[in-house]
């Protein structure tokens, strides 16, 4: 039985390949996290975009908290079972008509996961709307077979390799406006991307990524961090613990990753029909 959506919502998440929107936390809440990030980047010089882009729940407690918030993982749970890793997370910002986009893309073709079942948690902690560029997705897509990527490492873009599918017919897009706080789901093999921020606010997201503890990864073992039901499998290791707010052994442990994540070693997944 269902913890929180209706048959609908799950019916339409199976067919279209997400679900938005969805109420998460206060926008109260995410101007909280939102102070976080901005202290962290006055107190040390660093962007938490460049220098912190991967396994971020780890580093801060409002995001080991957000990474188990109950609201968010019911959601989750109806999708892909009560066992849930959170395998990685980062934000997504972008700034006053600063130009940054994300290009058309698969989260799939590198996350190195099968079976595909990986949904990905989007929190809007600001407004995210089409004129400051909020993700857009190609519903259906997830049904179909994997898309061949073209690596073009913009500088405006978003992805760690610009990655970015051809001839994507964007009459067919859905915007995914959220207020913030709100939510929304995407499978990973959903088609999505965002165009650049045309107004005078900043942009600001924050993606969770989850998988079931069955889902193996193909490209060596690596870390992640149960957040609900309990681990059968034991095809990850587990993420280390944080001792607190800004611990350098996980400043140093989420470097580690992300370099392993963006190595040219891992290759985009070869196309073919979705499985």
Request: net charge negative.
């Amino acid at each position: 039985m269902a913890k929180c959506l209706s048959e609908k919502q799950l019916n339409d998440y199976r067919e279209q390949g997400f679900l938005s929107p969805l109420n998460g936390i206060s926008a109260g809440h995410a101007e909280k996290i939102r102070n976080e990030i901005e202290n962290f980047e006055r107190d040390t010089g660093l962007s938490i975009e460049v220098d912190l882009n991967f396994k971020t729940h780890l580093y801060f407690t409002l995001l080991v908290a957000l990474a188990q918030n109950p609201m968010i993982l019911d959601a989750v749970e109806d999708v892909i079972g009560p066992d849930i890793l959170v395998f990685a997370s980062n934000f997504w910002i972008k700034g006053p008509k600063d130009q940054k986009y994300v290009s058309w893309h698969q989260d799939s073709a590198y996350f190195g996961l099968q079976p595909h079942e990986e949904v990905t948690a989007w929190i809007a902690l600001t407004d995210s709307n089409r004129s400051n560029g909020c993700m857009r997705v190609i519903p259906g897509s997830h049904l179909e077979k994997a898309r061949q990527h073209v690596e073009t490492f913009h500088e405006k873009n978003l992805l760690a390799r610009g990655q970015s599918i051809k001839d994507i017919e964007e009459s067919h897009a859905v915007d995914l406006e959220l207020t913030a706080g709100q939510f929304s789901l995407h499978n990973e093999r959903t088609i999505h991307g965002s165009l650049a921020n045309q107004s005078d606010r900043p942009r600001i997201g924050y993606a969770l990524f989850f998988i079931p503890t069955y889902v193996r990864s193909t490209i060596g073992r690596r870390g992640a961090w149960l957040v609900r039901g309990e681990d059968r499998y034991g095809h990850w290791d587990v993420d280390p613990t944080p001792a607190g707010d800004r611990d350098p052994e996980i400043f140093k442990y989420m470097q580690e990753c992300y370099a392993r994540y963006v190595s040219a070693s891992v290759n985009q997944e070869a196309t073919g029909v979705h499985k």
